[in-house]
């Protein structure tokens, strides 16, 4: 599917044909989306907003059309609810500073999963030590699913924010997010999602899905790096205090004074990643002109196959066996380390991930050091999954 689109598969990985399989980290990208970037530092470049030529309100104009685009693409209610931050680490650290930080008292108590990025727990983490909040963590059941009735019993009066993943970086489960921001809505509690790994394997729909707020990377949706995207919901806006100062966020400026720009501009502080937004606009295009139900479709059809090979194959444990999953699967071949795994594999082209893929309180919950992790993206095919097979099967013979 759509695998010539990407320039990428005309290079090599140790003189062999790239096998990649580590789109969890970052997808490869698009010719369309290489060349709108390069079409606009050609033809199209200026810094935006505050410019009174042309050329200036050409760059603007194509900046804006992005947020609706996102708009667009995540059924938000309302395009300023889509603030452009760097990625899904600076959209958390911002709620995590601009919404939670300022009214928090010590005692207060944030949820987060047992599954999360190390983003969505290091920036909680921090209000720790800054001013006394309290970590309670979903647990994950051995299946890989977060452990619901747990959940529940979670809150509490001092709970002010839950934070927990769509789609898990490591086990691949996706979380009932409807449901679990539902739960929290009737004990009054928001809602942040990371949608890191999710936005690319499904469509995503934040006002269905009623979440307060909703984070995302560009990279990891045949996008550039460099930009991601927090959606706020508007509701929320007011009670959003300024995070980074500087240029574009403010209203008045005096020594003794200042007035600041309403969300979205409150959180867009300098000047921003304005090429990576015209990829990210093409990245949107480019992945809406497959259809996200397409592109779904054919990762699911690959992640049967690759999870009926590995288990086929002696000693090997897959982590996580809920589903519905993302194509991401990660797993252990008992006796070796997982980076011996992904050396093999490299030398047979394969491009795969080894180690704790920051979430190292999941490796302490399924008890092993390190995993390898396979995960898919719309240009995978099942010739490579058989590659992938044999691969494993010759590391296997060469370790014994
Ligand atoms: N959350 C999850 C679930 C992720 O997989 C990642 C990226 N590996 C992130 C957050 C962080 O994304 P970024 O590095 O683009 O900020």
């Known amino acids: 599917m759509k695998r010539d689109d990407f320039p990428i598969f005309k290079t090599t990985n140790r003189n062999k044909p790239l096998i990649y399989l580590d789109s969890a980290a970052s997808a490869q990208k698009p010719q369309v989306v290489i060349d709108a970037i390069q079409q606009f530092y050609s033809s199209d470049y200026a810094n935006i907003h505050r410019g009174i030529y042309e050329l200036s309100e050409r760059a603007t104009a194509a900046y804006e059309a992005t947020r609706l685009a996102v708009q667009q693409f995540i059924h938000a209610k309302s395009l300023d609810e889509i603030i452009f931050v760097s990625s899904t680490t600076e959209a958390i650290n911002l709620v995590a500073q601009s919404f939670i930080?300022?009214?928090l008292k010590a005692g207060d108590e944030i949820i987060v999963s047992a599954m999360e990025h190390h983003s969505n727990i290091?920036?909680?983490?921090?209000l720790t030590e800054q001013c006394g909040?309290?970590?309670?963590?979903i647990p994950v059941l051995d299946s890989g699913e977060l452990d619901h009735d747990a959940y529940q019993q979670l809150f509490s009066s001092r709970t002010k924010l839950v934070a927990v993943t769509h789609a898990s970086n490591v086990l691949g489960t996706i979380n009932p997010i409807k449901d679990m921001a539902r739960i929290a809505h009737e004990k009054g509690v928001p809602v942040l999602v990371d949608g890191a790994q999710?936005?690319?394997?499904?469509p995503v729909d934040v006002s269905d899905l009623d979440c307060d707020f909703y984070a995302f990377s560009a990279h990891k949706l045949y996008g550039p790096t460099g930009i991601g995207v927090l959606y706020a919901k508007k509701q929320w806006h007011d009670k959003m205090l300024p995070y980074q100062g500087g240029g574009e966020m403010?209203?008045?400026?005096s020594f003794d004074r200042i007035t600041f720009a309403d969300v979205p501009k409150r959180f867009e502080a300098g000047t921003p990643p304005i090429a990576s937004a015209i990829g990210l606009h093409a990245a949107i295009d480019y992945v809406s002109s497959i259809g996200m139900e397409k592109m779904a479709a054919h990762e699911q059809q690959l992640l049967q196959v690759l999870e009926a090979s590995l288990q086929a194959i002696a000693n090997l444990r897959i982590i996580g066996t809920h589903h519905p999953k993302v194509g991401v699967v990660s797993f252990v071949l008992d006796g070796i380390h997982a980076h011996d795994v992904g050396s093999v594999l490299d030398h047979e082209g394969i491009a795969v991930r080894v180690g704790?893929?920051?979430?190292?309180?999941?490796?302490t919950r399924f008890?092993?050091?390190a995993v390898v992790?396979?995960?898919l993206g719309l240009y995978n095919t099942e010739q490579e999954i058989e590659a992938l097979t044999r691969a494993l099967h010759l590391t296997r013979k060469v370790f014994g």
């Open 101 to 103: 930080r300022p009214y």
């Open 122 to 126: 290091v920036p909680w983490y921090l």
């Open 133 to 137: 909040a309290v970590l309670k963590v």
């Open 198 to 202: 999710a936005i690319v394997h499904m």
């Open 250 to 253: 403010i209203e008045t400026v």
């Open 356 to 363: 704790h893929h920051c979430a190292m309180p999941l490796m």
């Open 367 to 369: 008890d092993v050091p």
């Open 373 to 375: 992790r396979v995960s």
